[in-house]
T-cell receptor
Framework: DTAVSQTPKYLVTQMGNDKSIKCEQN?????MYWYKQDSKKFLKIMFS???????INETVPNRFSPKSPDKAHLNLHINSLELGDSAVYFC????????????FGSGTRLTVV | GENVEQHPSTLSVQEGDSAVIKCTYS??????FPWYKQELGKRPQLIID?????GEKKDQRIAVTLNKTAKHFSLHITETQPEDSAVYFC???????????FGSGTRLLVRP
């Protein structure tokens, strides 16, 4: 059983489109995150939800909108995709403020053409 | 703001040699320091972590040291093997924050 699962694994889309990435965790964790990893491998936090409440919202364009229907799910919707959005997006989860570190999903490689 | 600097960006060692990766953090309130290993095309995975009340922690061939005064922490890998080749990330966070701040990564290559 995959602890943190993301879908899709690969996403190729044209500029201007709207797309969503889904994330689910079965670890019983109460906090979930979205990170963006660019071509230089830098991991940058985008959002975090704790028990469905947004707790971290970094400087991210308004085109990115997270949604957490319950504490086991955190989805990422991106409007009007741009070339610069191409990256690998990782979902992660943790319990009790990262006491044991994050568990990452397998990532979604987004390519905007 | 919070920042974690990581060096070197690339490291090439001969199999069997040791590898050391160093990180410096800016937030003096940081008290949790994990290290992640990311193999090519895979997810980052936690390999070892240390808390601020401990100066050193070892797990087989991997060790992490922490100098709170200097705000430095380091990853030491002994008897390196080709399967240790990956990108390694350090990170830091404080108790009052959910946010884990990552270093920029070190690409380790272990030559057979």
């Amino acid at each position: 059983d995959t602890a943190v699962s993301q879908t899709p694994k690969y996403l190729v889309t044209q500029m201007g489109n709207d797309k969503s990435i889904k994330c689910e965790q079965n670890l019983g964790h109460d906090t979930m995150y979205w990170y963006k990893q660019d071509s230089k491998k830098f991991l940058k936090i985008m959002f975090s939800y704790n028990n469905k409440e947004l707790i971290i919202n970094e400087t991210v364009p308004n085109r990115f909108s997270p949604k957490s229907p319950d504490k086991a799910h955190l989805n990422l919707h991106i409007n009007s995709l741009e070339l610069g959005d191409s990256a690998v997006y990782f979902c992660a989860s943790s319990q009790d403020r990262v006491v044991y570190g994050y568990t990452f999903g397998s990532g979604t490689r987004l390519t905007v053409v | 703001g919070e920042n974690v600097e990581q060096h070197p960006s690339t490291l090439s060692v001969q199999e069997g040699d040791s590898a050391v990766i160093k990180c410096t953090y800016s937030d003096s309130a940081s008290n949790y320091f994990p290290w992640y290993k990311q193999e090519l095309g895979k997810r980052p995975q936690l390999i070892i972590d240390i808390r601020s009340n401990v100066g050193e922690k070892k797990d087989q061939r991997i060790a992490v040291t922490l100098n709170k005064t200097a705000k430095h922490f380091s990853l030491h890998i002994t008897e390196t093997q080709p399967e240790d080749s990956a990108v390694y990330f350090c990170a830091a966070r404080r108790d009052s924050s959910y946010k884990l701040i990552f270093g920029s990564g070190t690409r380790l290559l272990v030559r057979p």
